[in-house]
Structures are given as structure tokens and as C-alpha cells.
């Protein structure tokens, strides 16, 4: 199978531009969760979807958001990009049954300047 | 408020022996514990996950222990190989969220040959 896909692997920004990630789960994997990585912060959670819709949210503004389409995709968007945004964004995607771990992808390292 | 705890940054160990890695937590609702393994450039793999009614789990070289009075798991390598040099990260999460993990800071593991 498959892993969990992530582009591009490589993004440079300017500030006050916005940014689009995608990310392909597992084969099968219906639950999407999306994840930063910071020096300063270590990994933290964006949010999950799952169904098409968002179950989980965690404490980001809202300049970062998320959608997943009907094959289980995902993108997540940053708008008015800043210097604090830049970080490995991670996705993982899990069978959202009871003790199913979270696979991630090799994330997409964005740097804003 | 950092709900999960890897108060080691790093761990040095000789080829061969025992590797263990701690991790606290805070927040009782958490009742899934999973440790990942990240190496530089790439997303955290996953090694072997614990829910709240057990006390230990076992997958090849790796084990678990969890101490659910003490708030304590700790993850066991035997016998440590140089390929395990990577970060740690232990995550926590309850069974009914288990998208959305909280992540320790990690502890950097150097298996010495």
C-alpha cells in the first residue's frame, strides 16, 4: 500500500501571500489530520477531518484551514502568510477505528520570507 | 500547559544494550498512548501504541509500559541498534479522538556502535 502523500515537499512564500497543501491518505483511510512542526512549538495539531468534515480544531487561527473531498483528500490553506508560519506541515491519515494509529507523510516544509 | 512531557532531550546509549525513553503526562482523559520515531527530512513513523486498559505491549525490540496512577509510560529498545539513532516522540490521546494527538517535545536517541 501506498503511504500518505504529501505536496509539494518544498514551498518558499512571501508574507501576506496565501498557500495551498495537499495531502492523499492511506488507501482506505477515511480520517485526515494535519499537523505543525516548529523548533519552538514541537508537533502541534491543526485540525481533523473526516467524512468531509471537520471533527477536530486545534489553537490556530483563522487564517489556517482545512476541507476533504469525497475521496478522502485533503488540502489545507494558510492565508496572509507570516515569518511564524514557517514550519513542516505534517499530514496522517488513520482508519478511525479503535486503537488505529495515525501514519503520517514526509510533510511539506514551507518557509515564508 | 504541556499535557505531555519528555523532560529528556536526549539519550546517548552503547550498541547492544537497552535503550528507555520516559514520557509524563497530565491530562487523565487521555487513554491511547503511541510512541513515533522521526528522522531529520521525513514524517514521524509510528512504532507501537498502548490504550489505558493494558500495562504493557510488546512488538519485537520495542515495548511499552504504561503506569496509569504514576501518569509514566516509557518505551524500551533491546538491544539498541545504530539505526535507531532518530527523535522519539511519545503522543497521547483519548480513544474517542485519536486523530487529534498531543505530542511530547521528543528525545534524540544516539546508539553508540
Known amino acids: 500500500k501506498a503511504g500518505v502523500t504529501q505536496t509539494p515537499r518544498y514551498l518558499i512564500k512571501t508574507r501576506g501571500q496565501q498557500v495551498t497543501l495537499s495531502c492523499s491518505p492511506i488507501s482506505g483511510h477515511r480520517s485526515v489530520s494535519w499537523y505543525q512542526q516548529t523548533p519552538g512549538q514541537g508537533l502541534q495539531f491543526l485540525f481533523e477531518y473526516f467524512s468531509e468534515t471537520q471533527r477536530n480544531k486545534g489553537n490556530f487561527p483563522g487564517r489556517f484551514s482545512g476541507r476533504q473531498f469525497s475521496n478522502s483528500r485533503s488540502e489545507m490553506n494558510v492565508s496572509t502568510l507570516e515569518l511564524g508560519d514557517s514550519a513542516l506541515y505534517l499530514c496522517?491519515?488513520?482508519?478511525?477505528?479503535?486503537?488505529?494509529?495515525?501514519?503520517f507523510g514526509n510533510g511539506t516544509r514551507l518557509t515564508v520570507t | 500547559d504541556q499535557q505531555v512531557k519528555q523532560n529528556s532531550p536526549s539519550l546517548s546509549v552503547q550498541e547492544g544494550r537497552i535503550s528507555i525513553l520516559n514520557c509524563d503526562y497530565t491530562?487523565?482523559?487521555?487513554?491511547?498512548f503511541l510512541w513515533y520515531k522521526k528522522y531529520p527530512a521525513e514524517g514521524p513513523t509510528f512504532l507501537i501504541s498502548i490504550s489505558s486498559i493494558k500495562d504493557k505491549n510488546e512488538d519485537g525490540r520495542f515495548t511499552v509500559f504504561l503506569n496509569k496512577s504514576a501518569k509514566h509510560l516509557s518505551l524500551h529498545i533491546v538491544p539498541s541498534q545504530p539505526g535507531d539513532s532518530a527523535v522519539y516522540f511519545c503522543a497521547a490521546s483519548d480513544l474517542g479522538n485519536t486523530g487529534k494527538l498531543i505530542f511530547g517535545q521528543g528525545t534524540t536517541l544516539q546508539v553508540k556502535p
Open positions: 496522517a491519515s488513520s482508519q478511525d477505528r479503535f486503537n488505529s494509529p495515525l501514519h
Open positions: 491530562n487523565s482523559m487521555f487513554d491511547y
